[in-house]
């Protein structure tokens, strides 16, 4: 068969042919009245079998409807996670600096970020950041080495003792909404304090160490000072010590001053003295 | 998509959610298309009865899973299709044994058209010479020329409706009308032909 006239049939699309015209007066069929019945009685039926809408389901399913709040509540889940974990840290560079009078007046107290903290073999923060109970620990060395080993690696930065107590860092908690910055300043006053307190046990503690240094050790019967009692004492220049001997001498403390003149000799072995000294004891003048 | 489809689907989405009353105004709307669809397509009163209340049954349970995605008389006359198909499979009439010879048919009525003059076919016979010519077209050409004219559904709704591209309905449809037309001419004055 071959392909019908093209024209005629856009005719027909567009509504003006014949073949349109002769079906609409074909006698129009109409719906037998029990069909119609039956039809109304499956709708009415079907929606008494089901509860209305309404109270149903609605649209997609209880995954899809829930999805989107599922996914607001893990995200949030994940979110505080972080915060959490991540917080102590990020909260380090977000606290003020304060300029807290150092001990020594020439510190400038600044927070360190944490990479500084971490002592590096080699570098001045090693002995920045020698930690507090090191010290303590050999404040209460029983023997002068260890004394002097730790004199000499609180000292050798040439920063002072009051280094390790500089650096550490200021105790770090939960920022309140409200009055902060008080915190972190009364915080800050705190370390200061207690900086400054480390200072001068720092202090006190090189003193005691350069003392074992210089004194000869008691096992030796070597008195350390002119006086005994006052081993921790620096020696005097040998005039004046020489002119206390000559004083004690002068007063009658014979002995006394004998006992001086052999601590000075002990602590002045080179240094010259007259033969007619009266510093010198009787039987050597 | 037009106000009336709209509403169609308003219609069936409210009657989806328990209105009655809109699933009766929907019913009235479509059910002569429906049944007229039906009927000339299978050309057997009885079989368009029970497809008719399939449909409808169909469309009842599926109102809980209903959505609009196209207009509610495709959606509708996609149910009668497959439906009719169904009842071709179960009575054994396939589309192509369902077919007689137009050009037989044209001579049956170019016989009519060889009697005298006063006695040419008066307009009922014409129109029942149009309805047998209908009736002898294939059922794929049938189905497309009714789901066309009695449905009013575009080319590609019909497409979508048959199952086949546009092209292969629109191709369809126009054998149908050709042979229509055909068989129409000798009846027709020269001014109403063509």
């Excluded at chain 1, 972080?82 to 600096?97: R, Y």
């Excluded at chain 1, 609180?154 to 409200?178: D, F, R």
């Amino acid at each position: 068969m071959s392909e019908p006239n093209d024209r005629s049939f856009e005719e027909y699309l567009k509504g003006e042919s014949a073949v349109s015209a002769r079906y609409r007066e074909l006698p129009e069929d109409e719906v037998p009245p029990e069909l119609d019945a039956a039809v109304m009685a499956k709708a009415r039926a079907a929606i008494a079998q089901s509860p209305p809408r309404t109270s149903r389901r609605v649209g997609p399913s209880s995954w899809v409807r829930w999805s989107a709040p599922f996914a607001v509540a893990a995200s949030a889940v994940v979110v505080v996670a972080i915060v959490l974990n991540a917080g102590p840290e990020q909260k380090m560079p977000m606290q003020p600096h304060f300029d807290v009078p150092s001990p020594l007046g020439e510190r400038r107290y600044t927070e360190a970020p944490p990479s500084e903290l971490a002592p590096v073999a080699g570098t001045p923060s090693e002995r920045i950041m020698v930690p507090e109970f090191e010290a303590e620990e050999l404040t209460s060395s029983s023997t002068a080495q260890e004394a002097d080993d730790a004199s000499r690696t609180l000292s050798a930065s040439g920063e002072g003792p009051s280094a390790p107590t500089i650096a550490q860092p200021v105790p770090s908690s939960p920022p309140t909404p409200q009055g902060a910055d008080e915190v972190q300043l009364a915080k800050a006053r705190e370390a200061a304090s207690a900086a400054r307190n480390e200072s001068e046990r720092q202090k006190r503690l090189s003193a005691d160490i350069a003392a074992r240094r210089t004194a000869p050790s008691a096992s030796s019967g070597q008195i350390a000072a002119p006086s005994a009692s006052a081993s921790a004492a620096p020696p005097l220049p040998p005039e004046d010590w020489l002119e206390r001997i000559r004083t004690l001498r002068s007063e009658g403390k014979t002995s006394e001053a004998d006992e001086q003149w052999r601590a000075f000799v002990t602590a002045y072995p080179d240094f010259a003295v007259s033969a007619t000294d009266a510093a010198r004891p009787a039987t050597q003048q | 998509m037009d106000a009336q489809s709209a509403d169609d689907s308003a219609l069936m989405l409210r009657y989806r959610d328990g209105d009655l009353r809109a699933f009766e105004l929907l019913y009235a709307r479509h059910k002569g298309g429906l049944y007229r669809y039906l009927q000339r397509l299978t050309r057997d009163t009885e079989a368009a009865n029970d497809l008719f209340q399939d449909v409808w049954g169909k469309v009842i349970a599926s109102r809980d899973r209903y959505e609009v995605r196209a207009q509610f008389k495709t959606f509708l006359f996609q149910i009668a299709h497959n439906c009719a198909i169904d009842y071709f499979r179960r009575v054994g009439r396939s589309w192509a044994h369902n077919t007689t010879d137009i050009a037989a048919l044209a001579d049956v009525i170019a016989g009519d058209e060889g009697q005298a003059p006063e006695s040419r076919a008066s307009a009922a016979q014409v129109q029942s010479a149009f309805r047998r010519a209908l009736d002898t077209l294939p059922p794929e050409q049938r189905d497309v020329f009714l789901l066309y004219e009695e449905c009013g559904l575009s080319l590609d709704d019909i497409g979508h409706v048959t199952g086949v591209a546009k092209e292969t309905a629109k191709s369809r449809l126009r054998y149908a009308v050709s042979k229509l037309r055909a068989v129409l001419e000798p009846h027709q004055p020269a001014s109403i032909a063509s």
